[in-house]
């Protein structure tokens, strides 16, 4: 499973902003704009958006809640709290930001008289169904002067291979097997970088313009897009197979079948005519032809 890059936003470091001369944007700061204006983009459909930790801010998850579902990982000794008590018309003084303090994610592990419930996952790296163990709530995460109601999910595994972890996001109706799904189907942008960098060339070119630099990258990304839209259509058509030897069997296409065979569809119409005829002499056999071309898409 690949992510279709379909949106880039340019993040230039703090010490370039500097010796420019210009006010630095944070990486959160650009990340609000790209979500908002794929909000207003698509009014009608619901956006969730999945992210690593860099992106579990408050001031950001704030910002952009109430147009966007954010999923993203949550520190073990996340500051939790009640909502505030209702206000009456005996309460004095400035109203509550916050309600009791909750138990910090860290500490329940530790607690043996916490129920933890299991949800199969049937989505997880590598695509089988793993089983976890799994708490969830509503809290307000909060840092002095902000605050944001999360839903977290509290992770652990019963095998023990990977550390227990948490995760929020500012749906609060979302179920807990919902943010586990959603956030495991992360690793299919892991997977886009991957095949981009392998294929495309994304971070290995080397441009001393600044044009050049803001727009290499978003052609290459959108050209991954192009190409798997292009591929999908070929593979109805069963005219994409995945490549494969004797002693390693493929379950599906990888990117390299997607562009082998995207580029076999564009170089056999125009560049490589043969014999319309079978009274006209064929130079090349068409077996071999065919392996040359297969070789040549495989190789560019």
Same mark, same amino acid.
């Given at each position: 499973?690949?992510?279709?890059?379909?949106?880039?936003?340019?993040?230039?470091?703090?010490?370039?902003?500097?010796?420019?001369?210009?006010?630095?944007?944070?990486?959160?700061?650009?990340?609000?704009?790209?979500?908002?204006?794929?909000?207003?983009?698509?009014?009608?459909?619901?956006?969730?958006?999945?992210?690593?930790?860099?992106?579990?801010?408050?001031?950001?998850?704030?910002?952009?809640?109430?147009?966007?579902?954010?999923?993203?990982?949550?520190?073990?000794?996340?500051?939790?709290?009640?909502?505030?008590?209702?206000?009456?018309?005996?309460?004095?003084?400035?109203?509550?930001?916050?309600?009791?303090?909750?138990?910090?994610?860290?500490?329940?592990?530790?607690?043996?008289?916490?129920?933890?419930?299991?949800?199969?996952?049937?989505?997880?790296?590598?695509?089988?169904?793993?089983?976890?163990?799994?708490?969830?709530?509503?809290?307000?995460?909060?840092?002095?002067?902000?605050?944001?109601?999360?839903?977290?999910?509290?992770?652990?595994?019963?095998?023990?291979?990977?550390?227990?972890?948490?995760?929020?996001?500012?749906?609060?109706?979302?179920?807990?097997?919902?943010?586990?799904?959603?956030?495991?189907?992360?690793?299919?942008?892991?997977?886009?970088?991957?095949?981009?960098?392998?294929?495309?060339?994304?971070?290995?070119?080397?441009?001393?313009?600044?044009? +050049? %630099? !803001?727009?290499?990258?978003?052609? $290459?990304?959108?050209?991954?897009?192009?190409? &798997?839209?292009?591929?999908? #259509?070929? @593979?109805?058509?069963?005219?994409?197979?995945?490549?494969?030897?004797?002693?390693?069997?493929?379950?599906?296409?990888?990117?390299?079948? +997607? %562009? !082998?065979?995207?580029?076999?569809? $564009?170089?056999?119409?125009?560049?490589?005519? &043969?014999?319309?005829?079978? #009274?006209? @002499?064929?130079?090349?056999?068409?077996?071999?032809?065919?392996?040359?071309?297969?070789?040549?898409?495989?190789?560019?």
């Amino acid at each position: 499973m690949w992510g279709l890059p379909f949106l880039t936003v340019l993040c230039p470091s703090e010490r370039y902003a500097r010796e420019r001369g210009r006010p630095h944007r944070k990486l959160t700061d650009r990340a609000r704009q790209g979500l908002l204006q794929v909000a207003r983009w698509l009014p009608g459909r619901r956006i969730i958006a999945v992210t690593d930790s860099s992106y579990a801010s408050i001031d950001l998850l704030d910002a952009v809640r109430d147009r966007v579902c954010m999923v993203s990982r949550l520190r073990l000794d996340a500051r939790l709290f009640d909502p505030p008590p209702p206000r009456t018309a005996r309460t004095l003084g400035r109203p509550r930001r916050t309600g009791e303090r909750q138990p910090s994610l860290a500490s329940r592990l530790e607690n043996p008289a916490i129920q933890w419930s299991e949800a199969a996952i049937g989505a997880w790296y590598g695509g089988q169904e793993h089983r976890v163990e799994f708490i969830s709530g509503t809290a307000l995460w909060h840092h002095p002067g902000r605050a944001v109601p999360i839903r977290y999910v509290l992770v652990r595994d019963p095998a023990r291979r990977f550390r227990p972890q948490a995760f929020l996001c500012t749906d609060l109706a979302a179920s807990p097997a919902d943010i586990l799904a959603w956030f495991v189907r992360r690793w299919s942008m892991e997977v886009t970088f991957a095949e981009t960098r392998r294929h495309l060339g994304i971070e290995t070119q080397r441009q001393w313009s600044d044009l +050049a %630099i !803001a727009r290499t990258t978003p052609v $290459l990304m959108g050209l991954f897009s192009v190409i &798997t839209l292009v591929a999908n #259509d070929l @593979q109805k058509q069963g005219r994409l197979r995945p490549a494969a030897t004797t002693w390693y069997r493929k379950e599906g296409p990888t990117f390299s079948d +997607a %562009i !082998a065979a995207v580029r076999r569809k $564009l170089w056999a119409a125009p560049y490589f005519h &043969t014999s319309a005829s079978k #009274d006209e @002499q064929q130079k090349i056999p068409r077996a071999l032809f065919n392996s040359l071309l297969n070789n040549a898409c495989y190789a560019a």
